[in-house]
């Protein structure tokens, strides 16, 4: 009897999955630029994409997650002007007169239509575009609006109910980047064993549990300067069943109040609970506890930062959008917080104990390569290009074994 409502879950699933990402990031871009301007958004469709259209309106000109100032979000779909302009003029010219009426340079117009035809939306964003407006167009996998929008996001299907369950749900994560980049906290995520506290393998006992000395007065400047501080953690211990989530509640609650004792505050503390072989969506390096804290916290992950100790939490960071700091290997959490506070004034700020002094060794020229780098690019300790390894590794003998 379910199979049928089975069958369609999995192909809308399958549909939304093969939407191009980058395409929506790059509708988001526009949409940033545009509200940063000053300007607005204009949405406009016919029937179910009218309603989508509305829907996706009322996320600016109300809230998606974030409680912010209104963003100027429109929607053509009032039904006086509709029926007046279908009625006096044409049906075909319902958006594109109030496009004529509403729509200025520097505006972006968000075009709904499943067949990618409906020809009133196809003449609304030719006007929008001779306006000096930027066209963003939501369509399945044909018809003309797509090669008229400046970014078009593609539902791959022509199934009209599956096209609009897509789009939905690339508008709705549209919106997210928008209001977190516009008004998104900044953000340190941080690893907890090794990173904050000695690793004591699947502790049980909030005893042996305790922070670096260094980390509290870290967490104190971090906090202090504006960044919330959210603890991201790998705990199959948990799942194994070596402790309870008593133990885990208890051992978490000591670390934030060790945090506190220096006037820093732990905003939150996420965990993943699997095995590696589960194959879940939030253990580390996957995203999904980064992604619930953004959600719950408000956060703009591509002004934040992750700090952490292994290769998981350095992909963990890139995948979330964040800048990445390494500890270990001489770098310490007062280096991340260094690096990250330094980071908002555009400089670098390297670990103090043996890896400078490697650094310092070097040749003056593959030095000064090499910080440059560090300071143009988004990671602790900076990424290879082409020539710097190169170099370095002519110097030391060796491929160079500090970049996580």
Same mark, same amino acid.
Do not use: W
């Given at each position: 009897m379910t199979d049928p409502i089975s069958s369609e879950l999995s192909e809308s699933a399958g549909v939304i999955s093969r939407i191009d990402p980058s395409s929506v990031r790059a509708a988001a871009d526009v949409l940033i630029e545009a509200f940063r301007r000053g300007n607005q958004a204009i949405f406009m469709g016919n029937g179910g994409s009218s309603a &989508?259209?509305?829907?996706?309106?009322?996320?600016?000109?109300?809230?998606?997650?974030?409680?912010?100032?209104?963003?100027?979000?429109?929607?053509?779909?009032?039904?006086?002007?509709?029926?007046?302009?279908?009625?006096?003029?044409?049906?075909?010219?319902?958006?594109?007169?109030?496009?004529?009426?509403?729509?200025?340079?520097?505006?972006?117009?968000?075009?709904?239509?499943?067949?990618?035809?409906?020809?009133?939306?196809?003449?609304?964003?030719?006007?929008?575009?001779?306006?000096?407006?930027?066209?963003?167009s939501f369509t399945g996998d044909c018809g003309r609006l797509k090669e008229v929008a400046d970014v078009a996001v593609v539902i791959p299907t022509r199934s009209t109910p599956r096209v609009q369950e897509g789009y939905l749900c690339a508008s709705h994560i549209m919106c997210g980047i928008v209001e977190s980049a516009l008004f998104g906290s900044r953000a340190v995520f941080v690893d907890r064993d090794d990173t904050l506290a000695p690793n004591v393998p699947y502790c049980s006992d909030p005893a042996l549990f305790d922070l670096y000395g260094d980390?509290?007065?870290?967490?104190?400047?971090?906090?202090?300067?504006?960044?919330?501080?959210?603890?991201?953690?790998?705990?199959?211990?948990?799942?194994?069943?070596?402790?309870?989530?008593?133990?885990? &509640?208890?051992?978490?609650?000591?670390?934030?109040?060790?945090?506190?004792?220096?006037?820093?505050?732990? &905003?939150?503390?996420?965990?993943?609970?699997?095995?590696? &072989?589960?194959?879940?969506?939030?253990?580390?390096?996957?995203?999904?506890m980064g992604l619930r804290a953004v959600r719950d916290h408000g956060v703009n992950p591509y002004r934040s930062f992750m700090v952490g100790d292994s290769d998981a939490d350095m992909e963990f960071g890139r995948r979330?959008?964040?800048?990445?700091?390494?500890?270990?290997?001489?770098?310490?959490?007062?280096?991340?917080?260094?690096?990250?506070?330094?980071?908002?004034?555009?400089r670098v700020l390297l670990p103090r104990v043996g890896f400078c002094q490697l650094i310092n060794g070097l040749p003056s020229d593959v030095r000064r390569l090499w910080i440059s780098q560090a300071a143009t690019r988004r990671s602790f300790p900076p990424e290879p290009s082409k020539e710097c390894p190169r170099r370095l590794s002519a110097v030391l003998g060796t491929g160079f074994p500090f970049w996580p």
């Open positions: &989508d259209a509305q829907h996706i309106a009322a996320e600016f000109s109300g809230r998606y997650f974030i409680d912010r100032p209104a963003l100027p979000g429109v929607c053509l779909s009032n039904i006086a002007p509709v029926t007046a302009i279908g009625n006096d003029y044409s049906y075909d010219l319902v958006f594109k007169r109030q496009i004529e009426a509403f729509c200025r340079e520097g505006d972006v117009a968000v075009c709904y239509s499943t067949s990618g035809n409906s020809k009133n939306v196809v003449l609304a964003a030719e006007e929008a575009k001779a306006r000096g407006a930027k066209v963003i980390v509290p007065e870290g967490i104190a400047r971090l906090t202090a300067a504006g960044f919330k501080v959210i603890v991201v953690t790998n705990q199959s211990g948990l799942g194994r069943g070596y402790f309870t989530m008593g133990t885990l &509640d208890a051992i978490h609650s000591k670390m934030v109040s060790q945090a506190e004792s220096a006037g820093g505050r732990i &905003d939150g503390v996420y965990f993943c609970p699997h095995r590696p &072989d589960e194959g879940c969506g939030c253990r580390k390096p996957r995203i999904g979330l959008g964040c800048s990445v700091f390494r500890v270990g290997g001489g770098a310490t959490f007062t280096d991340a917080v260094d690096f990250i506070l330094g980071a908002r004034r555009r």
